[in-house]
């Protein structure tokens, strides 16, 4: 079946730090990437919907330049936190969208990056 | 503006059945989502349901009432690995996900 790696697991660093998160397809290819988080005990939340080849579509409220996304290939999009802070600890979570599977199962979803900013 | 309701929390006892359900208003519908995510893990798919009526598969079985904008997740024969969130999803008219806040499943012995 589809395969989502997402890179690294978990991210401890300092303040001000800029942390790149990676999300690959396997055995697909991803036109469309989407980019999640994840606060403790809360619902997913669609951060940006990440498009090969152009811009990335950000939701209300997700701030496009401390969250910079890009998607250059088609199995590979980035989501790096730009100098990130404590409030920015969450569980991001990339899934991709294979176009060629069928409507039952829209999304693959990575393992999670677990963030931790000190 | 688009809302799924589940409730927060359920407990359940092992070897039991356990009902979750979801409500949900959304502009469109292209289809209904169960994934199960345990602690710390990203979401694994479940279920899908796109037209009314009962989808079953193993000991989870999922139902689905369009007309009530309302959906359940049935668990049989409950096991300790079962004790999860299960997150609730409806495919709106655009065909984007949008998720429910999940309901924390607490199996106890």
């Known amino acids: 079946g589809a395969v989502v790696s997402q890179h690294p697991s978990w991210v401890i660093c300092k303040s001000g730090t800029s942390v790149k998160i990676e999300c690959r397809s396997l055995d697909f290819q991803a036109t469309t990437m989407f980019w999640y988080r994840q606060f403790p005990k809360q619902s997913l939340m669609l951060m940006a919907t990440s498009n090969e080849g152009s811009k990335a579509t950000y939701e209300q409220g997700v701030e496009k330049d401390k969250f910079l996304i890009n998607h250059a290939s088609l199995t590979l999009s980035t989501l790096t936190v730009t100098s990130a802070h404590p409030e920015d600890s969450s569980f991001y979570i990339c899934s991709a969208r294979d176009p060629g599977a069928s409507g039952n199962q829209p999304q693959h979803f990575g393992d999670g990056t677990r963030l931790s900013i000190l | 503006g688009q809302n799924i309701d589940q409730p927060t929390e359920m407990t359940a006892t092992e070897g039991a059945i356990v009902q979750i359900n979801c409500t949900y208003q959304?502009?469109?519908?292209?289809?209904l989502f169960w994934y199960q995510q345990h602690a710390g893990e990203a979401p694994t798919f479940l279920s899908y349901?796109?037209l009314d009526g009962l989808e079953e598969k193993g000991r989870f079985s999922s139902f689905l009432s369009r007309s009530k904008g309302y959906s359940y997740l049935l668990l049989k024969e409950l096991q300790m690995k079962d004790s999860a969130s299960y997150l609730c999803a409806v495919k709106d008219s655009n065909y984007q996900l949008i998720w429910g806040a999940g309901t924390k499943l607490i199996i106890k012995p």
């Open positions: 349901n796109v």
């Open positions: 959304t502009s469109g519908f292209n289809g």
